[in-house]
Nanobody, 125 residues
Framework: QVQLVESGGGLVQAGGSLRLSCAAS????????MAWFRQAPGKERAFVAG????????PYADSVKGRFTISRDNAKNTVFLQMNSLKSEDTAAYYC??????????????????WGQGTQVTVSS
């Protein structure tokens, strides 16, 4: 079982930056692919960025490429999402997700087995 707790959300002006963190419990974190998804009001949950358990693969949604960076610290059981050059369309609840151990990173919501409660990011224009 894995429990995920996101933090770091908030209100920021367009062009600003935020860093989200996701703290994970469980002994298998270092072998779990992780990802960030987001969901705006009235829209489906959408993939933002993912990172393989080794850190060697980091796919991004086209809308955030070059602005967002995902990383992980396996010693601290934490995954991060650095968000720069934020836009109003980035406003959403951001969710951290984990796959079962040794499975590849995926952009599909259904591929993930554990989810955090989410943290709100609001970008004012």
């Amino acid at each position: 079982q894995v429990q995920l707790v996101e933090s770091g959300g908030g209100l920021v002006q367009a062009g600003g930056s935020l860093r989200l963190s996701c703290a994970a419990s469980g002994r298998t974190f270092s072998r779990n692919a992780m990802a960030w998804f987001r969901q705006a009001p009235g829209k489906e949950r959408a993939f933002v960025a993912g990172i393989s358990w080794s850190g060697g693969s980091t796919p991004y949604a086209d809308s955030v490429k070059g602005r967002f960076t995902i990383s992980r610290d396996n010693a601290k059981n934490t995954v991060f999402l650095q968000m720069n050059s934020l836009k109003s369309e980035d406003t959403a609840a951001y969710y951290c997700a984990s796959r079962l151990p040794l499975r590849g990173v995926s952009s599909e919501v259904g591929a993930y087995d554990y989810w955090g409660q989410g943290t709100q990011v609001t970008v004012s224009s």
